[in-house]
């Protein structure tokens, strides 16, 4: 083999090293590693055996995600893993029995985005499960200045790599007035968080994932016009508004 081989299969192997270095260290849009210890009520939604959303635990038998994350998906290829820190190992793995998708689900304004889960058996609370707090029905805006903390497996930028661990990004929620300039299709339904700056954000693969402020799930994440960029933020279904929808199916 020549010397040139021996340079473009070191080189090869130098990258994998590399690119597995950053697949490792790397973080959510401007966020940091964490752990499910650190967030409970976190799941991974996945369709057949890949990471495909977020989720937030409410009871043994359900979880409440993004309709997005269930729209014309069939209930039996989507699984539930909760208690693992890492994306696709650990924890427990779960079946979706069925999902209740919001009827009045909007595939082009994202409207109504809110889709519950139903476990095909009971998650088994312990260390890293655990239930979420909810906040009580309202159709108020969120103020500005509530500080909560995103988390999820999504990508590390736009079109980016998805990070092995969870992690976490803390963001601020803006002037409902400002949201609805920024975004024409922003209802009573929606806020959105985030720095006008950009930098920290949420991103694809993080939809249907938990929003909490002082451990109360506020925020279903669910839309925005890319990740991290400025005047962007992110965009959040109001949980307060679905209250009495929540406890209606979980109930049932």
């Known amino acids: 083999m020549s010397s040139g081989c021996f340079w473009v299969l070191g080189t090869v192997l ?101 889709s519950i889960l139903k476990l095909s058996e009971g998650l088994n609370f312990g260390d890293g499960v655990a239930p979420v707090g909810l906040p009580p029905q309202s159709e108020d805006d969120i103020p500005e200045g509530v500080v909560g903390m995103a988390t999820g497996w999504g990508r590390l930028w736009l079109n980016g790599r998805l990070p092995l661990e969870l992690q976490e990004v803390e963001l601020p929620t803006l002037d409902p007035d400002y949201c609805r300039q920024a975004y ?12 006008l700056e950009g930098e920290k954000d949420t991103c694809q693969g993080d939809s249907g994932g938990p929003f909490v402020s002082d451990g109360v799930l506020i925020g279903v994440t669910s839309w925005g016009e890319g990740c991290g960029i400025s005047d962007s933020p992110g965009v959040y279904v109001k949980v307060q508004y679905f209250r009495e929808y929540i406890d209606t199916i979980i109930s049932s």
Not at 35 to 56: A, N
């Open 184 to 195: 024409d299709s922003l209802t009573t339904r929606m806020f959105c968080a985030g720095y």
């Open 14 to 114: 130098i990258a994998v090293v590399q690119a597995r270095k950053l697949a490792l260290d790397s973080r959510i849009v401007g966020g940091r590693d964490t752990t499910i210890q650190e967030h409970p009520y976190q799941v991974s939604v996945v369709y057949i055996d890949t990471h495909q959303c977020g989720g937030s635990i409410l009871n043994s038998y359900y979880v409440l995600t993004a309709a997005h994350c269930t729209d014309q998906f069939a209930a039996e290829d989507l699984f539930v893993r909760a208690g693992s820190t890492l994306v696709d190992d650990g924890g427990q793995l779960i079946q979706v029995e069925k999902y209740y998708q919001h009827e009045n689900f909007d595939p082009e304004t994202y409207d109504y985005d809110i």
